[in-house]
């Protein structure tokens, strides 16, 4: 019997990007793990918070909160939803009833990588990517959440990829949420220096475990004319013949 | 303007003191000097090398005749012109040699000129973790360490105390009628243009030690 | 959107597209990290130093009232001044008093980002008095009169044939391809004859050291020693949350301020100031004041959650770590202090509706908060601020419709399908009509600078009713 894992598909995802969260599925089943999606949810709250907008934030997390109690894994396709949930919730749960069960649920949130390598324990599933490939370590999930070795540990098993070093990779890509509106010329230019980085790694594709930092890279290439690609690590996971990569987000 | 003086005084004061009022977190252990930086095992090696890295000049010496001939090196690079000493006992055979090629100025004539081309003074110790010298006003005065383009210390080998804290200790101990106190840790110099090191800024291009013992 | 929020996006947009600027920025930014790194490599747990210094702070702010008396009781017993001012006028008042009761007619000053604050220069130029910034990027950047661009590195955004250029300008010396090492000689010069006419020299303090009645000041110029050793007049002007406890704290606080700031083990000039000259000293100022400025920081202390910020020691090293500081540089904020720590202190002294605009800019990476000596949390300080921002009623109609609707639709999911599928419609719509990129396309704000996103047929949502239990 298959263990289950419930899948939190953050609200951008599930509207802008859903390939990142079909090629999550594919992953975790190919791993053996049953997915449930629970379909009561909405957003994590999120969008709110970052913009200081904490009381539509709060009842997003007390929804969350609900909608995910009963589950013993819960896995998100993306780095600062998950900070969200695991990092922020307690602060601005402070006075909310639901306050012990959002650091309870935070235990049991985790980024997709993460899953993999800690819980499921799996470092090969099986992909075949045979293109060079950079790793942007995004800022939530290495700084907030301190996963960075793992979606390494994970690109490596891949089979013919050929992983590229990042120049300056620590540096934001200039996505930030409301940021990249609200202070979009500042976003497009800390995207283009991240874009010659990329450029200057030698990479056919960029990849990273934030869809979202991913596609505002891929509209700074476009804006640019630039050849580089993105492609979210569930999908270069999800790949298992050359025939099948492509500039997927 | 007395009394708007202590009402500031006694208005700011009256704001931090109902805020400290407040119960504040127990501070998390912090860890010791010595565990935060590398023990020095050989203190003397170690201010020689923070010396050469830093640009101080170090003269060693073993004895008051080969310092003569150490000073006199010294003087003999550096241009003509006025040399300012700390009027100081010990540095007395100093000064005798060198009335012999320049005007000397005591510190207790007064302040050093602006044209003083090197001043020769004492120091409170030497500090092995930085390469620095511990100097304050009783050594001369203020402007000794400053105001020329040249500096020379004369201390011996055992004045070299290993870290900065060794050093801060010394200054509560050992100088309190001072108004004056400070590390100094090579020559003047300034990174402000492009980022690139810049010796001789305002203070001395050149910071030399006569290391006796 | 306030003026200052305006004139912030006006320069970004300008700053963003200057790639020179952005190369110039760069190789100081890679010039800086690289000697830190290798300053960090002196300590043996350089953590450790972290937490030590946060901890001197915090009981120095914590205790703030008591170890400020402290220092005053020992300055006063050696014939010092010592003058409070609860704002920049009754700072500048003081020190424009003591000038005009001793006949100054020249000012010789070493950096103080708070003399910059409370715009203590204009206050003296104002009753004639002349006043020389004597580090040498300050000398630069008031000779061009602007303000500076970073508080430890005030011209960084200048090469060094702007500075000749200057320097030619400004002081008539001709310095022949613009060497660093003559530009610096020139400055020296025309410095030296200020420095020794001055009746006055003003400093800044680093730290204020409570148990000794001290004044640390740290320059490598030697220009802070000279500002406080010839002029017959000391006045430190200082913000009342630079005192530390003991001088034994300067052991870490010296090394860790030096290796932030600029990567090295020590400032070259590392002094404490007691006093006056004594008797027997053969020269240094006769008078000694010291200005301990309040101007918003008790503010700050006031609350408990802004407290922690008052820790800052000023070393600039949350500045160099931005990637926003880092496109846009410190003229664009409009502020004294720019950067994360500009960021959270700017609002929250001068005004937040005025300036919580500069808490947005900013992309939460959180780099900041790793390189903070003194362990400031400054991500979650650029929330509270903008958390505040908003609770003071400060939002655009717009966002204020927008987050409404996003509260609403997320309480329930039919409610989250409906209004994203409309949103979809309504998007695709905009594309097929052509409007993409245009000025009436609701996405024009990701389409300014990105090319647009391509609309996916299914949600996840759909995808997973259709296909998600096979």
Redesign the interface.
């Known amino acids: 019997m298959n263990r289950k894992v419930a899948l939190f598909v953050p609200c951008f995802i599930d509207q802008a990007l859903p390939q990142a969260a079909i090629d999550t599925v594919t992953v975790l089943r190919r791993v053996g793990w049953d997915v449930i999606f629970p379909e009561d949810q909405t957003c994590c709250g999120q969008p709110g918070f970052n913009t200081g907008h904490w009381e539509t934030a709060l009842p997003c997390a007390e929804r969350f909160v609900r909608v995910f109690s009963d589950y013993e894994y819960i896995v998100c396709p993306s780095g600062s939803c998950t900070s969200m949930v695991r990092k922020h919730y307690p602060e601005l749960l402070a006075s909310s009833p639901s306050h012990d069960e959002a650091v309870a649920v935070g235990k049991r949130v985790y980024e997709f990588a993460e899953f993999l390598v800690r819980i499921a324990g799996v470092t090969d599933v099986g992909a075949s990517f045979p293109h060079s490939v950079a790793y942007h370590p995004s800022c939530h999930a290495t700084r907030e959440l301190g996963i960075y070795a793992e979606p390494l540990e994970l690109l490596r098993a891949v089979r013919d990829i050929d992983l590229r070093p990042l120049p300056n990779e620590a540096e934001c890509c200039g996505f930030g949420g409301m940021f990249s509106t609200k202070f979009g010329m500042i976003s497009a230019a800390m995207g283009d220096t991240k874009a010659v980085n990329i450029e200057l790694s030698g990479a056919e594709f960029v990849t990273a475990i934030d869809p979202s930092c991913l596609m505002h890279l891929s509209g700074v290439f476009g804006a640019t004319g630039r050849k580089s690609k993105t492609i979210y690590l569930a999908g270069v996971l999800a790949s298992s013949s050359a025939a099948t990569a492509g500039a997927r987000e | ?1 007395e009394t ?2 202590s009402s ?2 006694e ?3 009256a ?6 009022a ?1 119960p ?1 977190p127990a ?2 252990p ?2 010791p ?1 010595d ?4 023990p020095i095992t050989n203190p003397r090696q170690r201010f020689l090398d ?1 010396c050469a890295g ?1 640009l101080t000049e170090v003269f060693q010496t073993t004895d008051a005749a080969a310092s003569a001939e150490a000073l006199e090196t010294i003087l003999s690079t550096v241009p003509a012109g006025q040399v300012y000493v700390q009027d100081d006992a010990s540095l007395f055979p100093f000064v005798a040699l060198l009335e012999q090629w320049r005007r000397v100025r005591m ?6 000129a ?1 044209s003083t081309q090197a001043t020769l003074t004492l120091a409170h110790g030497f500090v092995a ?2 390469g ?1 010298v511990l100097t304050s ?2 050594c ?4 000794a ?3 020329p383009p040249c500096h020379i210390v004369y201390g011996r080998g055992e004045q070299i105390v290993p ?3 060794a050093a ?2 010394r ?2 101990a050992e100088i309190p ?20 090191l ?1 010796q ?5 291009r050149r910071l030399v030690i006569i290391l006796e013992g | 959107m306030s003026t200052a929020a305006q004139e912030f996006l006006r320069k970004a947009v300008i700053k963003s597209a200057d790639l020179e600027h952005r190369a110039t920025i760069q190789r100081a930014v890679t010039s800086y990290d690289a000697a830190v790194a290798k300053g960090k490599l002196r300590f043996a747990d350089w953590e450790a130093a972290r937490t030590l210094c946060a901890a001197i702070k915090a009981d120095a702010i914590a205790n703030l009232a008591q170890y400020l008396t402290e220092f005053e009781q020992h300055v006063t017993s050696r014939g010092g001044h010592v003058h409070w001012a609860e704002n920049a006028e009754q700072a500048n008042d003081y020190v424009v008093e003591v000038a005009k009761a001793r006949n100054v007619k020249t000012v010789v000053k070493s950096k103080s980002m708070v003399t910059e604050e409370i715009h203590l220069a204009a206050a003296l130029q104002k009753i004639g008095v002349t006043v020389w910034e004597t580090d040498l990027g300050e000398f630069i950047v008031q000779l061009r009169n602007e303000p500076p661009y970073h508080i430890v590195t005030p011209a960084m955004h200048l090469s060094r044939y702007q500075i000749a250029d200057l320097f030619r300008d400004k002081l008539g010396e001709n310095v022949e391809d613009a060497d660093p090492v003559r530009l610096v000689a020139a400055a020296r010069v025309a410095l030296r004859r200020a420095f020794f006419s001055a009746e006055m020299g003003i400093s800044g303090a680093n730290f204020l050291v409570a148990d000794s009645g001290m004044v640390a000041i740290s320059t490598n110029e030697g220009n802070g020693r000279l500002t406080t050793s010839i002029p017959r007049i000391h006045v430190v002007v200082t913000g009342i949350e630079k005192i530390i406890p003991r001088m034994s704290d300067l052991a870490a606080l010296w090394p860790v301020l030096a290796t932030s700031g600029t990567g090295q083990p020590i400032t070259t000039y590392s002094t404490l100031v007691r006093g006056p000259r004594t008797a027997s000293e053969p020269d240094g100022p006769e008078e000694f004041h010291v200005v301990l400025v309040d101007n918003g920081r008790t503010g700050l202390l006031a609350n408990p959650e802004t407290e922690e910020v008052l820790k800052c020691i000023r070393c600039g090293a949350c500045l160099n770590i931005c990637p926003i500081f880092k496109q846009v540089g410190g003229h664009t904020y409009g502020t004294i202090y720019p950067g994360p720590i500009g960021s959270i202190y700017t609002p929250r002294t001068a005004g937040l509706s005025e300036w919580g605009h500069l808490s947005y800019a900013c992309s939460l990476c959180t780099a900041c908060k790793g390189v903070c000596p003194v362990k400031i949390d400054l991500p979650k300080q650029l929330l509270g601020t903008r958390r505040d921002f908003i609770a003071a009623g400060n939002v655009k109609p717009a966002e204020r419709v927008g987050f409404a609707a996003f509260r609403w639709a997320a309480a329930d999911p039919a409610r989250f399908r409906l209004l994203a599928w409309m949103g979809r419609k309504a998007l695709a719509a905009v594309n097929a009509l052509g409007l993409s990129g245009t000025a009436l396309d609701p996405m024009r704000v990701w389409t300014k600078y990105r090319s647009p996103m391509t609309l996916p047929k299914q949600s996840f949502r759909e995808w997973w009713r259709e296909n998600g239990n096979k």
């Open positions: 303007m708007s003086k500031a005084r208005n700011i004061l704001r931090i003191r109902a805020a400290n407040r504040h501070p998390p912090v860890a000097l565990a935060i930086f590398p923070e830093n510190s207790s004539q007064g302040a050093p602006e973790q930085t620095s006003s009783a001369g005065g203020r402007g360490s400053i105001v870290n900065i804290a801060l200790a200054v509560q009628g001072a108004s004056y106190v400070g590390l100094i840790t090579g020559s003047s110099r300034t990174a402000d243009i492009e980022k690139i810049v001789g800024a305002h203070g001395p």
